[in-house]
Nanobody
Framework: QVQVVESGGGLVQAGGSLRLACVASGRFSSINTMGWYRQVPGNQRELVATLNRGDTTNYQDSVKGRFTISRDNAKNTVYLQMTSLKPEDTAVYYC?????????????WGQGTQVTVSS
């Protein structure tokens, strides 16, 4: 079983910054992709940013230039540095990890961390 745990959410004023962290643990063989998604009540969960093992990144257009995803492979940790935050960035942010465990693929989600940006 692969567990994913997020941290770093909170309340910040518009224009401020936050850094989210996500750690994956378990008996996996490899993690191929880690990423961040967010969800507002009543809306579907949406991709924010992903980063694969080959260091290819993918960002939602609305966060390009403001958010940066990075990872520490040795620590199975992915970070999301968020700057110039806007009220519309308010959401629950979820971490996702996908890879291989015991020869089978896995796709695990964290419990989410709340990010609230006040105007």
């Amino acid at each position: 079983q692969v567990q994913v745990v997020e941290s770093g959410g909170g309340l910040v004023q518009a224009g401020g910054s936050l850094r989210l962290a996500c750690v994956a643990s378990g008996r996996f063989s490899s993690i191929n992709t880690m990423g961040w998604y967010r969800q507002v009540p009543g809306n579907q969960r949406e991709l924010v940013a992903t980063l694969n093992r080959g260091d290819t990144t993918n960002y939602q257009d609305s966060v390009k230039g403001r958010f940066t995803i990075s990872r520490d492979n040795a620590k199975n940790t992915v970070y999301l540095q968020m700057t110039s935050l806007k009220p519309e960035d308010t959401a629950v942010y979820y971490c996702n990890a996908a890879g291989i465990v015991l020869g089978r693929s896995f796709n695990s989600w964290g419990q989410g961390t709340q990010v609230t940006v006040s105007s």
